[in-house]
Nanobody, 125 residues
Framework: QVQLVESGGGFVPAGGSLRLSCEAS????????MAWFRQTPGKSREYVAT????????FTPPSVRDRFTISRDNAKNTVYLQMKNVKFEDTAVYSC??????????????????WGQGMQVVVSS
């Protein structure tokens, strides 16, 4: 079965940078659309970046645009989220997601066929 394992989370000072990684197995990674989502207590899950199978298309919402960059290395079955100039409101549990269709490229994606377990990112003062 599909397994997504995130790494790189933790504490980061406000204004700092952090790179999250998600390694996938059990799927033909190069044919899957990938995405990063985040969630805080009491709020709905929010997408923060998506990337097409060939990296030709990437999308980020206005809340993180120009600060977060998604990329992937199909040879390593890994998708990355580079976060820079982080803000307190970026504190959340971040999860990666995979889907064999283009549904994650929708204007506001909400669902995916596979999810990682998530990891905490805390922006500190």
């Amino acid at each position: 079965q599909v397994q997504l394992v995130e790494s790189g989370g933790g504490f980061v000072p406000a204004g700092g940078s952090l790179r999250l990684s998600c390694e996938a197995s059990g799927l033909t990674f190069g044919t899957y659309t990938m995405a990063w989502f985040r969630q805080t207590p009491g709020k709905s899950r929010e997408y923060v970046a998506t990337i097409s199978w060939d990296s030709a298309n990437t999308f980020t919402p206005p809340s993180v645009r120009d600060r977060f960059t998604i990329s992937r290395d199909n040879a390593k079955n890994t998708v990355y989220l580079q976060m820079k100039n982080v803000k307190f409101e970026d504190t959340a549990v971040y999860s990666c997601a995979a889907d064999p269709t283009s549904s994650l490229l929708a204007s506001i994606p909400t669902e995916a066929s596979s999810w990682g377990q998530g990891m905490q990112v805390v922006v500190s003062s």
